[in-house]
């Protein structure tokens, strides 16, 4: 089935199988902190919500100092939101992108 929906199999259309994908635009904000781009695998596990509190918790327990920088502290988190992702028993696979924008999200630890 996703890979139908993926390729927008013609006669799969008549059943309801689309392959038009979720598309938001939004206006970035001076606080806004870093995007996360996630395919289904992970939304079937995952609120928005709870995506964002994860990876706000991760940025929060990871001192930047462990890591030679930014993207591999990033890295760091969405690997562990991913592999938290098959925990909670995702049956669809699971790929995500966080970008961090401007600078590391906000913690209090050095």
């Not at 927008?8 to 606080?31: A, H």
């Not at 781009?37 to 462990?66: I, M, T």
């Amino acid at each position: 089935m996703e890979v139908s929906r993926s390729i927008g199999d013609r006669n799969l259309k008549k059943f309801g199988v689309i392959s038009t994908p979720d598309v938001y635009k939004c206006t970035l904000q001076d606080d806004d902190e870093f995007l996360l781009v996630a395919c289904d695998g992970l939304w079937k596990v995952f609120s928005v919500e709870d995506a964002l509190d994860y990876v706000l918790a991760k940025f929060e327990s990871l001192k930047s100092h462990e890591f030679p920088d930014n993207f591999a502290r990033s890295q760091s988190v969405v690997n562990q939101l991913v592999n938290e992702a098959v925990r909670r028993g995702t049956t669809d696979n699971v790929s995500a992108i966080l970008v961090t924008i401007n600078s590391a999200p906000k913690t209090n630890k050095p």
